[in-house]
């Protein structure tokens, strides 16, 4: 007697419907996209309790014919494909002819129709995907389909529903992607009587945005617009002060069609390294359009799952656009002011050596700070032995290494004779022009403050120092200074983590370890960076050698978690009084909003507003 049968059409249908229609989130899904392929620009989605009783989804888009409706609901019966080669540029959201079939059997479904062409609507009625009556009806043209006792016939899966509560709950973030997915579309989304979310449909993401994600998103927020290689990115991203607690914020649409994409998650991430906490993930809805045939968009049943053609080109779409936006953030997070962007030109490369030059952007230090000419202030006399000096207007502001001279107005200058380098090797190349800000002093020996137009601003030195190092270091830019010990430092460790210093010896002697194997479980330290202190050493090697066991063979993984430890102790240590050129030159950089955030993703500074010190005092209102 033959094991093989052949399923019953009934029952077939039942099981192809499981991979579709999962819970009534997805069958607002499918309903929305023939909605939008049928080039709706009005979408309603209307639900009761979870949707499992009754859930309704009407559009103004072009209907369906009559002669049509009964094809309607057959399996692999569809109008946006016609053969094979339909599939290598697929352009339409719903394709494989499935969703109408799949709800209608395993449901009690009601068809109201009227295309566009014909003067009469159609109405049709089925039950267990069985059409049970079809009849002329009175309708604009559009489609409405109603959707009554969700797997009634399926008791199966109707038990693994969950509450009424967070069934509804699948069935808004269902339509919020909809809705995000099309701007120039109005969505309108209502349960149990009551409006949860509406779309204006106007065609602007912003406004979009707002509608969907509220205030509080599109505040913290950052526009991307960036167009390379055939891809073109654009949207919103979180700033790094709004970062999220999981993923969940995240929104991506490729050619209208939202997905869910390790890629584009990937890249995204990638863009925000070393400046946000572990834990901490960005937010966004970012738009995502290149050619059709780059896709494939046939990978998964419910089609949220896609493959790229070319994945470079679409994470370096993500990738850059989301680095350019936060690039162009230079705004310092405010104590009750307001926040001020702050631009800047691409980084200059720097050369190879102990003294980094640097050169500022050529719109001067930030576009943010930017003041009139009588906010140009000069470094003016202060009374403790610490603070600058009374300066002539056209002496150095101050010596020290930081060439910067004093003028009204900002323009070229000779260069000094060379003095002094500081401490930590930082100076301003002779073109800068003033800074349009002045450094006040310097408070627990811990936090630079400065004046700048009607702000002031409070920087963390350590954290400043810390990333113009990290930086550097990234860009092989700076090299820490060696020093050979009179005495060698033995340290023990675990086997493991002695193996992985030993096994990268020459990476780390580029930066200015020399290490041996000192028998079992030890290795003996002959020359550390000169930048840190002998009592370090232990501390930064075994910070090194966890972050070389982490990333494995494949070093790059964990290059910059190495690079921001040594930066970490190599910088200026909060609690040590800093030299005036020490705080100027740190201030230029953070002012220029060159540097923002510490490698670990601290912000390096925030400013409190003139308005808001004049709030505090009550000198307005």
Same mark, same amino acid.
């Given at each position: 007697?033959?094991?093989?049968?052949?399923?019953?059409?009934?029952?077939?249908?039942?099981?192809?419907?499981?991979?579709?229609?999962?819970?009534?989130?997805?069958?607002?899904?499918?309903?929305?996209?023939?909605?939008?392929?049928?080039?709706?620009?009005?979408?309603?989605?209307?639900?009761?309790?979870?949707?499992?009783?009754?859930?309704?989804?009407?559009?103004?888009?072009?209907?369906?014919?009559?002669?049509?409706?009964?094809?309607?609901?057959?399996?692999? %019966?569809?109008?946006?494909?016609?053969?094979?080669?339909?599939?290598?540029?697929?352009?339409?959201?719903? !394709?494989?002819?499935?969703?109408?079939? %799949?709800?209608?059997?395993?449901?009690?479904?009601?068809?109201?129709?009227? *295309?566009?062409?014909?003067?009469?609507?159609?109405?049709?009625?089925?039950?267990?995907?069985?059409?049970?009556?079809?009849?002329?009806?009175?309708?604009?043209?559009?489609?409405?389909?109603?959707?009554?006792?969700?797997?009634?016939?399926?008791?199966?899966?109707?038990?693994?529903?969950?509450?009424?509560?967070?069934?509804?709950?699948?069935?808004?973030?269902?339509?919020?992607?909809?809705?995000?997915?099309?701007?120039?579309?109005?969505?309108?989304?209502?349960?149990?009587?009551?409006?949860?979310?509406?779309?204006?449909?106007?065609?602007?993401?912003?406004?979009?945005?707002?509608?969907?994600? /509220?205030?509080? #998103?599109?505040?913290?927020?950052?526009?991307?617009?960036?167009?390379?290689?055939?891809?073109?990115?654009?949207?919103?991203?979180?700033?790094?002060?709004?970062?999220?607690?999981?993923?969940?914020?995240?929104?991506?649409?490729?050619?209208?069609?939202?997905?869910?994409?390790?890629?584009?998650?990937?890249?995204?991430?990638?863009?925000?390294?070393?400046?946000?906490?572990?834990?901490?993930?960005?937010?966004?809805?970012?738009?995502?359009?290149?050619?059709?045939?780059?896709?494939?968009?046939?990978?998964?049943?419910?089609?949220?799952?896609?493959? #790229?053609?070319?994945?470079?080109?679409? !994470?370096?779409?993500?990738?850059?656009?989301?680095?350019? %936006?936060?690039?162009?953030?230079?705004?310092?997070?405010?104590?009750?002011?307001?926040?001020?962007?702050?631009?800047?030109?691409?980084?200059?490369?720097?050369?190879? /050596?102990?003294?980094?030059?640097?050169?500022?952007?050529?719109?001067?230090?930030?576009?943010?700070?930017?003041?009139?000419?009588?906010?140009?202030?000069?470094?003016?006399?202060?009374?403790?032995?610490?603070?600058?000096?009374?300066?002539?207007?056209?002496?150095?502001?101050?010596?020290?290494?930081?060439?910067?001279?004093?003028?009204?107005?900002?323009?070229?200058?000779?260069?000094? %004779?060379?003095?002094?380098?500081?401490?930590?090797?930082?100076?301003?190349?002779?073109?800068?022009?003033?800074?349009?800000?002045?450094?006040?002093?310097?408070?627990?020996?811990?936090?630079?403050?400065?004046?700048?137009?009607?702000?002031?601003?409070?920087?963390?030195?350590?954290?400043?120092?810390?990333?113009?190092? !990290?930086?550097?270091?990234?860009?092989?830019?700076?090299?820490?200074?060696?020093?050979?010990?009179?005495?060698?430092?033995?340290?023990?460790?675990?086997?493991?983590?002695?193996?992985?210093?030993?096994?990268?010896?020459?990476?780390?002697?580029?930066?200015?370890?020399?290490?041996?194997? #000192?028998?079992?479980?030890?290795?003996?330290?002959?020359?550390?960076? *000169?930048?840190?202190?002998?009592?370090?050493?232990?501390?930064?090697?075994?910070?090194?050698?966890?972050?070389?066991?982490?990333?494995?063979?494949?070093?790059?993984?964990?290059?910059?978690?190495?690079?921001?430890?040594?930066?970490?102790?190599?910088?200026?240590?909060?609690?040590?009084?800093?030299?005036?050129?020490?705080?100027?030159?740190?201030?230029?950089?953070?002012?220029?909003?060159?540097?923002?955030?510490?490698?670990?993703?601290?912000?390096?500074?925030?400013?409190?507003?003139?308005?808001?010190?004049?709030?505090?005092?009550?000198?307005?209102?």
């Amino acid at each position: 007697m033959p094991k093989i049968k052949e399923l019953s059409r009934v029952l077939a249908d039942m099981i192809a419907a499981g991979e579709v229609v999962e819970r009534p989130a997805s069958a607002v899904k499918e309903l929305c996209e023939n909605a939008l392929d049928a080039g709706a620009t009005v979408i309603t989605v209307e639900i009761k309790g979870g949707g499992l009783t009754f859930l309704r989804v009407t559009d103004n888009g072009s209907g369906i014919e009559r002669d049509d409706v009964p094809r309607a609901f057959l399996r692999h %019966a569809t109008s946006k494909i016609r053969d094979i080669s339909g599939l290598e540029s697929i352009a339409t959201l719903g !394709f494989r002819g499935e969703a109408l079939a %799949a709800i209608s059997s395993v449901s009690r479904v009601e068809l109201l129709t009227r *295309s566009d062409t014909e003067d009469e609507g159609t109405r049709a009625r089925l039950t267990g995907g069985v059409i049970t009556d079809i009849s002329p009806a009175a309708r604009p043209a559009g489609t409405t389909v109603t959707v009554l006792d969700l797997f009634f016939n399926t008791p199966a899966r109707q038990k693994f529903m969950k509450t009424d509560r967070a069934e509804a709950g699948a069935v808004l973030a269902a339509v919020t992607r909809i809705a995000l997915s099309r701007p120039d579309v109005s969505v309108r989304y209502i349960r149990d009587g009551a409006e949860e979310l509406h779309t204006p449909g106007d065609g602007r993401a912003e406004s979009c945005v707002y509608s969907v994600l /509220g205030r509080e #998103f599109i505040s913290g927020a950052l526009p991307v617009e960036y167009d390379g290689d055939g891809v073109r990115t654009h949207g919103f991203v979180s700033k790094v002060s709004a970062l999220r607690g999981s993923r969940t914020g995240q929104y991506f649409f490729v050619n209208g069609r939202a997905v869910r994409s390790a890629t584009l998650q990937a890249a995204l991430e990638q863009a925000y390294r070393n400046r946000m906490f572990t834990g901490r993930f960005p937010a966004c809805a970012l738009y995502i359009e290149t050619g059709f045939s780059k896709l494939d968009v046939n990978v998964h049943p419910a089609k949220t799952e896609i493959k #790229f053609l070319f994945e470079k080109q679409i !994470f370096d779409g993500v990738y850059y656009g989301a680095l350019s %936006a936060l690039d162009s953030d230079g705004a310092i997070p405010a104590s009750g002011g307001q926040l001020t962007p702050n631009r800047r030109e691409p980084e200059e490369t720097i050369p190879t /050596g102990q003294s980094a030059v640097i050169t500022p952007p050529k719109s001067g230090y930030g576009g943010g700070f930017a003041p009139r000419k009588s906010d140009i202030a000069r470094p003016r006399g202060f009374s403790d032995a610490a603070s600058l000096p009374v300066r002539d207007r056209n002496s150095v502001a101050y010596n020290a290494g930081v060439d910067i001279i004093v003028y009204d107005e900002p323009r070229p200058r000779q260069k000094p %004779a060379a003095p002094a380098e500081p401490e930590y090797a930082e100076k301003i190349a002779d073109e800068t022009p003033l800074p349009p800000f002045r450094v006040v002093g310097e408070a627990m020996n811990t936090y630079i403050i400065a004046e700048a137009g009607e702000r002031l601003v409070l920087i963390d030195k350590h954290a400043a120092h810390e990333r113009i190092h !990290f930086d550097a270091l990234s860009r092989g830019a700076w090299t820490p200074m060696p020093q050979v010990l009179l005495s060698p430092i033995v340290i023990t460790a675990e086997a493991d983590a002695i193996a992985a210093l030993l096994e990268r010896a020459e990476l780390l002697r580029g930066l200015g370890f020399e290490l041996e194997a #000192f028998g079992s479980g030890s290795v003996a330290v002959r020359q550390l960076p *000169s930048e840190l202190d002998l009592d370090q050493a232990e501390s930064v090697l075994s910070d090194i050698a966890r972050e070389l066991i982490l990333g494995g063979r494949d070093l790059s993984r964990r290059r910059d978690e190495m690079y921001a430890a040594i930066a970490c102790k190599t910088a200026i240590k909060a609690g040590r009084s800093s030299q005036p050129s020490e705080l100027y030159a740190l201030a230029a950089r953070v002012l220029s909003g060159e540097v923002q955030y510490c490698p670990h993703g601290r912000p390096v500074a925030f400013e409190i507003t003139k308005t808001f010190l004049d709030r505090g005092f009550k000198r307005i209102s």
